[in-house]
């Protein structure tokens, strides 16, 4: 059974930072990409940053400087460090691992940017 567990979002002050975490299991973590999108009210999903098996990462323009996401194979583990955060980051964050036609989302973790 695949699963995909977020924790880490909260609420957040604007220019704060927050770090959310992807602790995978049943999936052979390491050839997986890894992925974080976000749904924001009355929005689409939308992808916030991906990092492949071999560690090339890809963010979306608005969160590029501020967010940078990683992983850890040997954890099983992908995470997303977000600073300088703003009130348009509010959205539910979801995780998303892909590998050949295989595709798993995580049940979403809530961000929340306000003073």
């Known amino acids: 059974q695949v699963q995909l567990v977020e924790s880490g979002g909260g609420l957040g002050q604007p220019g704060g930072s927050l770090r959310l975490s992807c602790a995978a299991s049943g999936i052979f973590f390491s050839i997986y990409e890894m992925g974080w999108y976000r749904q924001a009210p009355g929005k689409e999903r939308e992808s916030v940053a991906t990092i492949t098996s071999g560690g090339i990462t890809k963010y979306e323009d608005s969160v590029k400087g501020r967010f940078t996401i990683s992983r850890d194979n040997a954890k099983n583990t992908a995470y997303l460090q977000m600073n300088n955060l703003k009130a348009e980051d509010t959205a539910v964050y979801y995780c998303?691992?892909?590998?050949?036609?295989?595709?798993?989302w995580g049940q979403g973790t809530q961000v929340t940017v306000s003073s």
């Open positions: 998303h691992a892909y590998h050949s036609l295989n595709s798993y």
